[in-house]
């Protein structure tokens, strides 16, 4: 009997990925699943399964695509730029920039709810640059969050915050050492103040939320002109960096 049982154990064998039972659902319930995931790292993570799973985890369904390399502009979901994706998405839709090279964002106005995500292991590797000149890289008057992004600023801010929630996480925010460094900072809010923003933009309260994010540069990490103020700062000293965790809220 024992020997029976060994036999059998030998004669197993590990099942494939196309064996799994969850392979036997179709394209659209899987893609439905792959939706409840976060974007980084476990919607990123399902594309290195196989190939079906690759294809299903980078529909455009799911995510937009920014590529500047991108051979094949004609494919659904794919743009060279960062604001012909943002102008192409719908709200709710998630924006993945490739890593590598340099992503030109200067003055990009996102007025509606999206998530803007670099497709580097680290945040380093998927740099967005605001040039001289430009009021800041992105202008945000919607809810919206950053993650797993560099976005760095010759001269004026990084992100400029006027409405809504706009969560910054795993970050990195660099404003350039100049002799104008006192006019440089890499977050701005004007929430709440005598600005008029658009009533078609719809949101629930004014916040900015960063978490875990390398701030460099600058007159100060962040500045507020409206009714928003800093709030519960914490701080952690690296060997080599410095993290912040902070909320700018209303009082």
């Not at 059998?8 to 590990?14: A, D, G, R, T």
């Not at 792959?34 to 294809?55: E, G, K, M, Q």
């Not at 709440?192 to 990490?221: F, M």
């Amino acid at each position: 009997m024992e020997e029976q049982g060994k036999q059998k154990k030998k004669n197993k064998k590990p099942l494939s990925s196309s064996f799994c039972p969850i392979n036997n659902l179709d394209d659209g319930c899987l893609m439905h699943i792959f939706s409840f995931l976060s974007p980084i790292p476990d919607r990123y993570n399902t594309a290195l399964v196989c190939h079906r799973w690759c294809y299903l985890a980078c529909h455009p369904r799911l995510w937009l695509r920014v590529e500047q390399s991108a051979k094949d502009l004609s494919e659904p979901g794919v743009f060279p730029s960062i604001e012909k994706a943002v102008s192409a998405a719908r709200p709710g839709d998630t924006i993945l920039i490739a890593a590598g090279g340099r992503h030109l964002a200067s003055n990009i106005q996102i007025n509606k709810p999206l998530c803007l995500i670099g497709g580097g292991q680290l945040p380093d590797e998927t740099t967005l640059l605001c040039s001289r000149g430009s009021d800041s890289a992105l202008e945000f008057i919607s809810t919206c969050k950053l993650a797993n992004l560099t976005v760095k600023a010759e001269l004026g801010c990084c992100l400029l915050h006027r409405s809504g929630r706009l969560t910054i996480d795993s970050c990195i925010l660099q404003c350039e050492a100049s002799p104008l460094d006192y006019l440089s900072c890499p977050i701005i809010s004007t929430a709440g103040g005598d600005e008029v923003v658009s009533s078609a933009v719809k949101t629930k309260g004014n916040r900015v939320s960063v978490s875990q994010t390398r701030i460099e540069g600058g007159a100060k990490a962040v500045r507020t002109s409206g009714d928003l103020t800093l709030q519960q700062v914490r701080v952690i000293y690296a060997r080599t960096f410095v993290y912040f965790w902070f909320d700018v809220d209303s009082q």
